[in-house]
C-alpha cells in the first residue's frame, strides 16, 4: 500500500488541489463539470440549421402528442422513420413555405376530440393533462403534422393516372373469358412398378445436385437446404391424463360443490292452467296436461365419469405446465451467468450445456419431481419444411414480434450462422447454440371463431394441448449432397415423374385432338382411362375471370409499386391457380384471329371412334397448354368472352379504375417521400454524438439522461435532403 502512495502521491495532491480550488469557488463550478443543459448539446444540423438535444425532447413530446391523437407520424414507417425524420420533414415543409392557420388546426382538433373519446382515448383535456403539455404544444404538434402532409401532398397530386393507364387497367382486370378445360397432371400417371435404371437416377442427380427445386427452371433440385438438429422435451396433457390419479373423495367434493353445472333435460307433464269459463259451460272431467322440458341436476352416478375425466384433464394441464415452465428455468440457469456479446448478438455457451446428454438428464430430473415422464427426441438434420411437417413439433408457437405468432419451424433459425440480430437488439427471440428459450412453446387445441374488429370472422386458438422446449444442436448450411443416396428416394420419384410426363404428352395431344372436333365435354367420353384411373370425369369449368386482378396483400403491393411495377396479378383460377401460362392462352383464344392448333396424331381407335360424330358448329376454339415446371398439361377450350363495353367503361368502370390507379400512386409516392434514405439525402449531416456549443463553459458532453429508444446508431450519419433549388422546397422525386 506504502509503495503505491508513493508512486502516486503527485498525481493524488493534483486531485486534491482541484476539488479544495472548485469548493473554493463554488458548487456551480462541479455543476458545470459534470452537467450540461439540453440546449448547449448539439445532436443534429439540418438545412444549415443546428438542433440540440433540447429540440430532439421536445420533438419526442409533440409526437407523444400525436400518438395519444392517434396520428401516425411516422406515415407508416413506424419502424425506420424516428423523431429526427420528423423534424426534417417538418423543417422541409417550413422551408416549403408551407403554414397551417389556427382556425385549420382548431377544426382538426374539434373533429379529433370526438374520434379519440370514440376509441377510449380520453377527451384532448385527459390527454394534455396526462402528458403535462398546454394547448398551445398540442396545436404546434398538430400544425406541424399537417404542413408535413400538405408538403406531401405536392408530389401526391402529381401522380394521377393517364387515360391509356386507365384504359390498360380496365382491359387487364374487367375483360373475362369463361373455359372449360381438362388438366392431365403426370402425378396420376406415375407406375411405381416401372424399372428404373441406375445410370438414369445418376444422370437426374448429375443435372439438378447444385440447385435448390426454386432455383431450377424444371422445379427439381437436390441441393440441401439450411438444416438444423433438434433436440426437445414436450409435455402432452392428453399422454399425461393416464399418469395422474383421481380420488373418488375428490370426485365427490367435486359433484357436491357445482352440483348446478351438471344437469340433464326431463321431461314431465304439468297442467295447462285454463282461464275462467262462461257459466253455462260444462267443466272437462279431469284438468288438461302438456308435457314440458326441464332440467335438474344430474345425481352423482350419473356423472362420476364425466367428473372424473374434468379432474384427471385439469391435473394433467396443470403438471404439463408446471413441469415444463419448471424445466425452462432449470434450463436457462447456465445462461444468467453470461451476457449478450455485443458483437454477436448472442450469449457466449456456457460448458455444461454441450453435454448431448443435458436436456434428456434435466428432463428427466424435472418429470421425476412432479411425478410425470416427460417425452424427449431428437430429430435428423431437418430443414424448416420439415419441421414444419413434423407431426409433433408442426403447431408449436410462441408470441413474436408485434403480437405475430412465432412458428418452432422459424425460431429453430434464429441461431447463428442464420440469423444476425439487429445491434442492442434485447429480444429473446433468438437462440445460442444448445440454447432453449425462456419459456416453453405451446400447440393450441381445436380454437372457435369469433368476428374481429373488421367484422370478419377468425379463428380463436384453443387451450394448449403441449408444452416443448427444444434445442438446436447443429447447423447446418446449405450445400449439394455428396453422394446420390443422401437423396436417392427424391430422385427416383422423379425420375418416375418425367417418365409419366412424357406418356402423359401424346395423350394430351389426343384429347387435344378429339376436342377440337366435338368439344371438351364429349370428347371426354371416349377416353375412357382419364376418366375411371385419372380423376378427369368431367371437363373443369371455373366462373368467368379476367387476365389479372389488384393486389389486396399490403406488402405485395408496396413491394411491386416501390418497383414501378402495376399492383396487379394474375387471377387465381379454381383447379388452375395463378399460372401465368394457362391464363394467357385463355385469353389468346379470344382474338378474332384465333384459329385452334393443328393436332397431328395417330389414327388410334379412340380418334376413329370420335370422327364419327357430328363435328361441333361453330368449330371449338381449343389450345394445348403444356407447363414443365409443374408437369401438366391442360386441354382448353374457349366458352365465351366478356369485355367491357364503352358504355359501361365511361358510367362505371373508368371512375373505379382510376382511384384504384392513384391510390397505387399515391402509396408509391409515400413510400419514397418517407423513406428514411430520400429523407436524409443530401450533404448536411446529422451528428448522432452530442458537440458542446462554441463559447459555452466547458464540461461533460454527455447527457445524464438514458438513451432514448428512437437513437440512432453512433455510428450512424443522417442527412437531409436539401437538394438547390428555387422555390425552398424540396425537388419533386
Excluded at 264 to 283: H, L, R
Excluded at 606 to 620: D, G, I, K, L, R
Aim: with cysteine; net charge neutral; hydrophobic share 35%.
Amino acid at each position: 500500500m506504502m509503495k503505491w502512495l508513493r508512486e502516486h502521491t503527485k498525481k493524488i495532491m493534483v486531485g486534491v488541489v482541484l476539488f479544495a480550488m472548485f469548493s473554493f469557488v463554488g458548487g456551480s463550478a462541479l455543476t458545470s463539470l459534470f452537467r450540461q443543459s439540453p440546449a448547449d448539446l448539439l445532436v443534429m444540423t439540418s438545412f444549415g440549421e443546428d438542433f440540440s438535444l433540447l429540440d430532439i425532447q421536445n420533438a419526442e413530446s409533440e409526437t407523444q402528442i400525436l400518438d395519444r391523437l392517434y396520428i401516425d407520424w411516422t406515415s407508416g414507417n413506424r419502424d425506420e422513420v424516428t423523431i429526427r425524420h420528423w423534424i426534417m420533414l417538418a423543417k422541409e415543409a417550413e422551408r416549403a413555405g408551407i403554414t397551417i392557420s389556427n382556425q385549420d388546426v382548431n377544426e382538426f382538433l374539434t373533429d379529433r376530440d370526438a374520434l379519440v373519446q370514440q376509441m377510449g382515448g380520453g377527451s384532448l383535456a385527459d390527454i394534455r393533462k396526462q402528458l403535462r403539455v398546454s394547448l398551445g404544444a398540442m396545436q404546434s404538434a398538430v400544425a406541424k403534422q399537417m404542413a408535413i402532409g400538405e408538403n406531401f401532398q405536392r408530389v401526391n397530386l402529381a401522380s394521377f393516372p393517364s387515360e391509356p393507364q386507365v384504359k390498360h387497367f380496365v382491359k387487364a382486370t374487367e375483360d373475362k373469358v369463361s373455359v372449360a378445360f381438362a388438366a392431365l397432371d403426370a402425378e396420376k400417371f406415375i407406375d411405381a412398378a416401372e424399372t428404373i435404371t441406375p445410370e438414369e437416377m445418376q444422370a437426374q442427380f448429375e443435372k439438378y445436385k447444385d440447385v435448390s427445386p426454386d432455383e431450377s427452371p424444371d422445379g427439381f433440385g437436390y441441393k440441401h437446404p439450411r438444416r438444423v438438429r433438434l433436440q426437445y422435451a414436450a409435455a402432452s396433457i392428453g399422454k399425461l391424463e393416464s399418469q395422474v390419479d383421481v380420488s373418488t373423495e375428490e370426485v365427490k367434493n367435486h359433484w357436491k360443490a357445482n352440483q348446478d353445472k351438471y344437469k340433464k333435460n326431463i321431461v314431465v307433464e304439468e297442467p295447462v292452467i285454463t282461464t275462467s269459463t262462461p257459466a253455462d259451460s260444462q267443466p272437462a272431467a279431469q284438468p288438461a296436461t302438456r308435457k314440458v322440458t326441464k332440467q335438474v341436476p344430474k345425481p352423482y352416478s350419473e356423472c362420476r365419469d364425466q367428473i372424473t375425466a374434468e379432474l384427471r384433464k385439469n391435473k394433467a394441464a396443470k403438471l404439463a405446465r408446471q413441469s415444463m415452465s419448471r424445466l425452462a428455468e432449470e434450463l436457462g440457469k447456465p445462461w444468467t451467468q453470461s451476457k449478450i456479446d455485443e458483437e454477436t448478438g448472442f450469449r457466449p455457451i456456457p460448458k455444461a450445456v454441450e453435454d448431448p446428454a443435458y436436456l434428456r438428464s434435466v428432463a428427466a430430473q424435472v418429470g421425476s419431481r412432479f411425478g410425470v415422464t416427460l417425452d424427449y427426441a431428437e430429430t435428423d438434420l431437418s430443414s424448416a419444411e420439415d419441421i414444419a411437417k413434423d407431426f409433433v413439433l408442426q403447431k408449436a408457437e410462441t408470441p413474436g414480434d408485434e403480437d405475430v405468432p412465432l412458428s418452432l419451424s422459424e425460431f429453430a433459425f434464429r441461431v447463428p450462422g442464420f440469423y444476425q440480430p439487429e445491434k442492442n437488439d434485447e429480444s429473446t427471440l433468438r437462440l445460442q447454440l444448445f440454447q432453449t428459450p425462456i419459456i416453453p412453446m405451446t400447440v393450441a387445441g381445436m380454437g372457435t371463431f369469433r368476428p374481429g374488429p373488421d367484422g370478419n370472422w377468425r379463428q380463436v386458438p384453443g387451450e394448449p394441448t403441449t408444452f416443448i422446449l427444444f434445442r438446436v444442436i447443429e447447423t447446418r448450411e446449405s450445400q449439394a449432397p455428396a453422394v446420390i443416396e443422401e437423396v436417392a428416394r427424391k430422385v427416383e420419384r422423379d425420375v418416375r415423374l418425367l417418365k409419366a410426363y412424357a406418356r402423359v404428352e401424346p395423350i394430351s395431344r389426343e384429347l387435344a385432338a378429339v376436342a377440337s372436333r366435338v368439344g371438351i365435354d364429349m370428347a371426354l367420353t371416349f377416353f375412357e382411362d382419364l376418366r375411371t384411373n385419372r380423376g378427369i370425369r368431367v371437363a373443369n369449368k371455373p366462373a368467368a375471370f379476367s387476365r389479372m386482378v389488384h393486389v389486396k396483400d399490403r406488402e405485395l403491393q408496396e413491394q411491386l409499386v416501390t418497383e414501378n411495377r402495376p399492383a396487379l396479378e394474375y387471377s387465381d383460377v379454381p383447379g388452375v391457380g395463378r399460372l401465368p401460362e394457362f391464363i394467357d392462352a385463355c385469353f389468346e383464344m379470344t382474338r378474332e384471329d384465333y384459329a385452334s392448333q393443328t393436332f397431328d396424331v395417330p389414327q388410334s381407335t379412340t380418334v376413329q371412334a370420335a370422327s364419327t360424330q357430328p363435328a361441333s358448329m361453330p368449330a371449338p376454339k381449343i389450345q394445348l397448354v403444356a407447363v414443365p415446371k409443374s408437369r401438366k398439361f391442360f386441354v382448353i377450350e374457349l366458352l365465351s368472352k366478356t369485355p367491357v363495353n364503352t358504355e359501361n367503361y365511361e358510367s362505371e368502370k373508368r371512375q373505379l379504375a382510376f382511384q384504384t390507379l392513384a391510390g397505387d400512386r399515391g402509396l408509391a409516392a409515400r413510400l419514397a417521400w418517407f423513406n428514411p434514405e430520400k429523407i436524409q439525402g443530401g450533404a448536411n449531416t446529422c451528428r448522432t454524438k452530442p458537440k458542446r456549443r462554441p463559447g459555452r463553459s466547458r464540461g461533460c458532453t454527455r447527457p445524464k439522461r438514458r438513451r432514448p429508444s428512437w437513437a440512432i446508431d453512433d455510428n450512424a450519419v443522417l442527412a437531409c435532403r436539401c437538394k438547390k433549388r428555387s422555390t425552398g422546397g424540396r425537388d419533386q422525386e
